[in-house]
């Protein structure tokens, strides 16, 4: 039974930044050297409809130490990597990219004109599991399951990438949660569609840290008076404290992605794209590049159709 709300303890919010060759985003946690949310090292949206913004993409580049979530709200990109594994990823879907060892992969437009617009988060691994061999799944837009909320309650809708919903008798889990491959810090992803005035609660872990991000709109967190706005373009950093969330949107309703997880509470040195535990680590990372050891293991993939 729910019996504390967690409420609002900072906010992040975004700034303009480009990265790739060049592709122009808002980047809310990470956005600074150090600030991150335990699991979570970086939350970048991008969302334009000026092909000169994405255009140039994200040409070959190397990963290694955790994960990259890329969610596709409009428009198309195509990844690539060392060994030639190809996925296309379109509106609604997602690519889940284990980078553990070691990858090179590329991530460019499917098109040259058009909106471009959704979000990548980079998930932290254990140091048990930074070295284990890349891993992908591409999810097509079919295979994530959309919940109708309770009209209510204000209606809307949630989309479950990662975690499990549950409204009335009916609960629906995301595509990520399977038995055949376990993820250590429990990741809950959920993309919320809330009209106006609309309510939506739901249960977070005891001890998992937990944000809010509103890509439309604005939204408030928290019942009573402790509730507090969740700006558009920010991402809303929620207390440790409390077994549920509860967000209200605002008078012209409100998008925004839950996200949530179990912290790691190990260190972090990060160098660009390699995230480890030490400095000896990253620097090693560093040799494997550029002696080609990074990517010397192979990356299977796990592949679905797309909508």
């Given at each position: 039974?729910?019996?504390?709300?967690?409420?609002?303890?900072?906010?992040?919010?975004?700034?303009?930044?480009?990265d790739g060759a060049g592709v122009k985003l808002r980047r809310?946690?990470?956005?600074?050297?150090?600030?991150?949310?335990?699991?979570?090292?970086?939350?970048?949206?991008?969302?334009?409809?000026?092909?000169?913004?994405?255009?140039?993409?994200?040409?070959?580049?190397?990963?290694?130490?955790?994960?990259?979530?890329?969610?596709?709200?409009?428009?198309?990109?195509?990844?690539?990597?060392?060994?030639?594994?190809?996925?296309?990823?379109?509106?609604?879907?997602?690519?889940?990219?284990?980078?553990?060892?070691?990858?090179?992969?590329?991530?460019?437009?499917?098109?040259?004109?058009?909106?471009?617009?959704?979000?990548?988060?980079?998930?932290?691994?254990?140091?048990?599991?930074?070295?284990?061999?890349?891993?992908?799944?591409?999810?097509?837009?079919?295979?994530?399951?959309?919940?109708?909320?309770?009209?209510?309650?204000?209606?809307?809708?949630?989309?479950?990438?990662?975690?499990?919903?549950?409204?009335?008798?009916?609960?629906?889990?995301?595509?990520?949660?399977?038995?055949?491959?376990?993820?250590?810090?429990?990741?809950?992803?959920?993309?919320?569609?809330?009209?106006?005035?609309?309510?939506?609660?739901?249960?977070?872990?005891?001890?998992?840290?937990?944000?809010?991000?509103?890509?439309?709109?604005?939204?408030?967190?928290?019942?009573?008076?402790?509730?507090?706005?969740?700006?558009?373009?920010?991402?809303?950093?929620?207390?440790?404290?409390?077994?549920?969330?509860?967000?209200?949107?605002?008078?012209?309703?409100?998008r925004l992605i839950l996200v949530a997880g179990k912290p790691?509470?190990?260190?972090?040195?990060?160098?660009?794209?390699?995230?480890?535990?030490?400095?000896?680590?990253?620097?090693?990372?560093?040799?494997?590049?550029?002696?080609?050891e990074l990517v010397s293991a192979q990356a299977p993939r796990?592949?679905?159709?797309?909508?």
């Open positions: 039974m729910n019996t504390q709300a967690r409420t609002l303890a900072r906010l992040i919010h975004s700034v303009e930044t480009s809310s946690i990470g956005s600074q050297r150090g600030l991150y949310l335990d699991p979570f090292l970086m939350l970048d949206e991008f969302g334009t409809e000026n092909p000169d913004d994405y255009i140039a993409g994200f040409p070959p580049h190397p990963h290694r130490g955790f994960e990259t979530v890329t969610y596709m709200l409009d428009g198309r990109m195509q990844h690539q990597d060392h060994l030639g594994n190809v996925g296309d990823l379109g509106p609604g879907g997602v690519q889940w990219m284990t980078a553990g060892r070691g990858v090179v992969h590329s991530e460019m437009p499917l098109q040259e004109s058009g909106r471009m617009r959704g979000f990548q988060l980079w998930l932290n691994l254990p140091a048990k599991e930074k070295m284990k061999p890349a891993w992908y799944r591409d999810i097509g837009a079919t295979e994530i399951p959309s919940i109708g909320l309770p009209a209510a309650s204000g209606g809307g809708t949630v989309k479950v990438i990662s975690g499990t919903v549950t409204v009335g008798e009916l609960s629906l889990s995301g595509p990520m949660n399977t038995p055949e491959r376990p993820l250590s810090t429990d990741p809950l992803y959920l993309d919320l569609h809330l009209p106006a005035g609309a309510r939506f609660e739901h249960a977070l872990p005891a001890g998992h840290a937990a944000f809010a991000y509103a890509y439309e709109g604005e939204a408030k967190i928290g019942e009573g008076d402790a509730a507090r706005a969740l700006p558009h373009q920010s991402a809303g950093v929620l207390t440790d404290d409390g077994d549920h969330v509860v967000f209200t949107a605002g008078a012209e309703g409100a790691l509470r190990e260190p972090i040195v990060q160098y660009g794209p390699f995230v480890m535990n030490t400095r000896e680590e990253i620097e090693q990372a560093i040799r494997d590049y550029q002696s080609g796990e592949s679905r159709p797309h909508a």
